[in-house]
T-cell receptor, first 111, second 115 residues
Framework: KQEVTQIPAALSVPEGENLVLNCSFTDSAIYNLQWFRQDPGKGLTSLLLIQSSQREQTSGRLNASLDKSSGRSTLYIAASQPGDSATYLCAVRRGTDKLIFGTGTRLQVFP | EAGVAQSPRYKIIEKRQSVAFWCNPI?????LYWYQQILGQGPKLLIQ????????DSQLPKDRFSAERLKGVDSTLKIQPAKLEDSAVYLCASSSRAGTNEKLFFGSGTQLSVL
C-alpha cells in the first residue's frame, strides 16, 4: 500500500528565504508525482507534474525534483514571498490508479 | 472559464442527521471526483465518476455515504446518518479526461462539522 509523507508538517520563514519541502513515498513504482497548493478555504491548484522518467520540473520560482528509486521528491521555492503562504501537498499516481496525497506542509512566509 | 462550483461552503449538523453536498463541474468535463480531507491530512478519494458511471468507489463507506451524478453533469454526495468522524472538508474535482497526466480542477470544498 502506497504511503506518502511530507516533512516538515509546518514551516515558518522570513520573506526572501529559499526553502525546500520534502515528500517521501513508499512504493517507487509510480507513473508521476504532482505538487499542489491549497489556500485556506479553497481547493487545490496543481503547481508542477513530474513524470517518472524526469528528474525535475520548473515553473517560475518553483523547482520540483524527483528521485524515484529512493522514493523522494523535493519542492524548492526560491526567494519566498508572503503570497507563497499556503499548504503544499504532493501526490503520486501509479498507472491509471487514483492519486495518493501526502499529509501536506503548511508554509507561512512573514514579511 | 467558470471553475468547479460547490455548495454549501459550510454545514454544521448533529450526529445521526443527514447532509447533502452539491457539485457542478467545469462544463464539458467528463470525469468527476469527490474527496474527503480530514484536518491535517491529505485528500482521500471517495468516488470517481466517468460521465454518469462510477469508476471507483472502493473507499466510499457505502453503509452511510451515497453519491450520484445526474446526466453526467452535476453531482451530489450524501451522508446518512452522519458520524462525528465525518467532520472534514469535502472536495469536488473534475477533469476533461481521466488518465495518468490528467489535470484536475478543484472546487473550494464544503466544510462539514458533525457535533
Amino acid at each position: 500500500k502506497q504511503e506518502v509523507t511530507q516533512i516538515p508538517a509546518a514551516l515558518s520563514v522570513p520573506e526572501g528565504e529559499n526553502l525546500v519541502l520534502n515528500c517521501s513515498f513508499t512504493d517507487s513504482a509510480i507513473y508521476n508525482l504532482q505538487w499542489f497548493r491549497q489556500d485556506p478555504g479553497k481547493g487545490l491548484t496543481s503547481l508542477l507534474l513530474i513524470q517518472s522518467s524526469q528528474r525535475e520540473q520548473t515553473s517560475g520560482r518553483l523547482n520540483a525534483s524527483l528521485d524515484k528509486s529512493s522514493g523522494r521528491s523535493t519542492l524548492y521555492i526560491a526567494a519566498s514571498q508572503p503570497g507563497d503562504s499556503a499548504t503544499y501537498l504532493c501526490a503520486v499516481r501509479r498507472g491509471t490508479d487514483k492519486l495518493i496525497f501526502g499529509t501536506g506542509t503548511r508554509l507561512q512566509v512573514f514579511p | 472559464e467558470a471553475g468547479v462550483a460547490q455548495s454549501p461552503r459550510y454545514k454544521i449538523i448533529e450526529k445521526r442527521q443527514s447532509v447533502a453536498f452539491w457539485c457542478n463541474p467545469i462544463s464539458g468535463h467528463a470525469t468527476l471526483y469527490w474527496y474527503q480531507q480530514i484536518l491535517g491530512q491529505g485528500p482521500k478519494l471517495l468516488i470517481q465518476f466517468q460521465n454518469n458511471g462510477v469508476v471507483d468507489d472502493s473507499q466510499l463507506p457505502k453503509d452511510r455515504f451515497s453519491a450520484e451524478r445526474l446526466k453526467g453533469v452535476d453531482s451530489t454526495l450524501k451522508i446518512q446518518p452522519a458520524k462525528l468522524e465525518d467532520s472534514a472538508v469535502y472536495l469536488c474535482a473534475s477533469s476533461s479526461r481521466a488518465g495518468t497526466n490528467e489535470k484536475l480542477f478543484f472546487g473550494s470544498g464544503t466544510q462539514l462539522s458533525v457535533l
